[in-house]
C-alpha cells in the first residue's frame, strides 16, 4: 500500500523567513495531493492541492511542488508569520484505486518572532 | 454554513460502554470519513461511505460501526469502548470519493 512519510518532524523557522516542509509518497499511482494546517485543538484545515498534470501551484504565500519523477512534495510558505506555527501534512490520493487516501505524519512548524 | 459539525467536542468513557460520536455536514457531500488521529501517527481511516445508503471499512475498522441514513449525517459507534480507542476522532466529508476533504473539529474520547 502506500506509505507517505514527512522528511523532518519538526521545524523552526525565524519570523519574515521562507519554511519548506517535504513530503514523500511511495505509489506512483497517486494522482490528487493536498497540504493541510491543524492548529492546536482544531481539525486539518486545507491549505492547497495539486494534480498530478501539474508540478507546480501557488496560493496566497504557498506554494506546492510535486515532482512524480522521484515522488516528491513540498509545501513552501513565504515569509513565514507566528500565525503559520501548526503542524502540516500532506494528504496522498490514488484515484485509480477510488480514491484511496494517504496521510503523512504531520511536521509541526514553529515561527520564532 | 457550519460546514462539518461533531458532537460531544470531548468525552471520558468507562470501558465496555457504548459511545456514540455524531458527525453532520451541510455541504451537500456525497462521501463522508471518520479518522483517528493518535499522537505519532498520521490520520488513519476507520471507515467512510461514497454516498448516503452505503459503507466501507478502512484501515482500522474493528470496534467501530457506522450508518450513513442521509447525505447529512454519518454516526460513528463504539459498541463496546476499549482503552486503545482513546483518541481523537476527525469527521471529513468531500464532493465525492477522491476529492477534497474538509474536516471538523474532532472529538476527543479517553476511554479509562
Known amino acids: 500500500g502506500e506509505s507517505v512519510g514527512l522528511h523532518l518532524p519538526t521545524l523552526s523557522v525565524q519570523e519574515g523567513d521562507n519554511s519548506i516542509i517535504n513530503c514523500a509518497y511511495s505509489?506512483?499511482?497517486?494522482?490528487?495531493f493536498i497540504w493541510y494546517k491543524q492548529e492546536s485543538g482544531k481539525g486539518p484545515q486545507f491549505i492547497i492541492d495539486?494534480?498530478?498534470?501539474?508540478d507546480k501551484r501557488q496560493g496566497q504565500r504557498v506554494t506546492v511542488l510535486l515532482n512524480k519523477t522521484v515522488k516528491h512534495l513540498s509545501l513552501q510558505i513565504a515569509a513565514t508569520q507566528p500565525g503559520d506555527s501548526a503542524v502540516y501534512f500532506c494528504?496522498?490520493?490514488?484515484?485509480?484505486?477510488?480514491?484511496?487516501?494517504?496521510f503523512g505524519d504531520g511536521t509541526t512548524l514553529t515561527v520564532k518572532p | 454554513i457550519a460546514g462539518i459539525t461533531q458532537a460531544p467536542t470531548s468525552q471520558i468513557l468507562a470501558a465496555g460502554r457504548r459511545m456514540t460520536l455524531r458527525c453532520t455536514q451541510d455541504?451537500?457531500?456525497?462521501?463522508m470519513y471518520w479518522y483517528r488521529q493518535d499522537l505519532g501517527l498520521g490520520l488513519r481511516l476507520i471507515h467512510y461511505?461514497?454516498?448516503?445508503?452505503?459503507?466501507g471499512k478502512g484501515e482500522v475498522p474493528d470496534g467501530y460501526s457506522v450508518s450513513r441514513a442521509n447525505t447529512d449525517d454519518f454516526p460513528l459507534t463504539l459498541a463496546s469502548a476499549v482503552p486503545s480507542q482513546t483518541s481523537v476522532y476527525f469527521c471529513?466529508?468531500?464532493?465525492?470519493?477522491?476529492?477534497?476533504?474538509?474536516f471538523g473539529p474532532g472529538t476527543r474520547l479517553t476511554v479509562l
Open positions: 471529513a466529508s468531500s464532493g465525492q470519493r477522491g476529492d477534497t476533504q474538509y
Open positions: 505509489n506512483s499511482a497517486s494522482d490528487y
Open positions: 495539486i494534480r498530478s498534470n501539474m
Open positions: 494528504a496522498v490520493f490514488d484515484n485509480t484505486n477510488a480514491g484511496k487516501s494517504t
Open positions: 455541504m451537500r457531500h456525497n462521501a
Open positions: 461511505s461514497n454516498t448516503a445508503g452505503t459503507t
